[in-house]
């Protein structure tokens, strides 16, 4: 049987976004209201390997120091894996988006080893706040559940129009619990 993944943004999804779109200290730090116990409950009770990707605008350059971003990053991994969610892989894109890189979100370049016959990408799901999380949900041929806050929808990075985007959303919400109702239930 093929595995599917839950492809997952870190900003904006399971930790709040802020308005300079850095996380570079603790006190910017707010988990998302129940991405804590939905994720444990989809780890442990879902057939979903749970894969991290997210874009950093920058990170290791004067813009972004590496040395900000890990104690926070690693904070947010481990407290995770202390309520059972592990995930298998965690992919950062460094760049910028004037940079148009493969690797950046919506393209797949981080993906390439999920597009095999062992995973079952159809039957997976991109979970992130932005149209480019969605976008990146069509790119590689699954579905995309839009956490929409309204508040950085991406719009000015997204390649197709939003329309276009629409039909490739399975669920919009921007409660973790219906996440995890939705995903139950296929």
């Known amino acids: 049987m093929k595995q599917k993944v839950l492809f997952i943004d870190r900003d904006g999804t399971i930790i709040k976004e802020t308005t300079d779109e850095k996380i570079d200290s603790f006190n ?22 749970l894969v991290m990707i997210t874009n950093q605008d920058g990170l290791g350059t004067s813009y972004f120091p590496e040395d900000t971003f890990w104690p926070v990053q690693n904070f947010v991994v481990d407290t995770f894996k202390n309520e059972g969610v592990t995930f298998k892989e965690i992919y950062i894109d460094k760049t910028f988006p004037k940079d148009n890189a493969q690797t950046r979100k919506p393209n797949t370049g981080l993906l390439t080893s999920y597009f095999s016959e062992n995973y079952d990408l159809e039957n997976s799901f991109m ?35 939003r329309e276009e985007l629409d039909k490739h959303i399975a669920l919009e919400t921007n409660d973790w619990n219906a996440i995890y109702k939705f995903l139950k239930v296929l």
């Open 28 to 49: 910017k730090l707010v988990f998302y209201p129940k991405s804590i116990v939905s994720l444990h409950k989809i780890a442990k009770k879902l057939d979903f390997e």
């Open 127 to 161: 979970i992130g706040d932005r149209l480019t999380d969605m976008e990146l949900a069509k790119n590689f041929g699954g579905k995309g559940i839009f956490i929409n806050d309204k508040t950085h929808l991406g719009t000015n990075e997204i390649t197709i129009k």
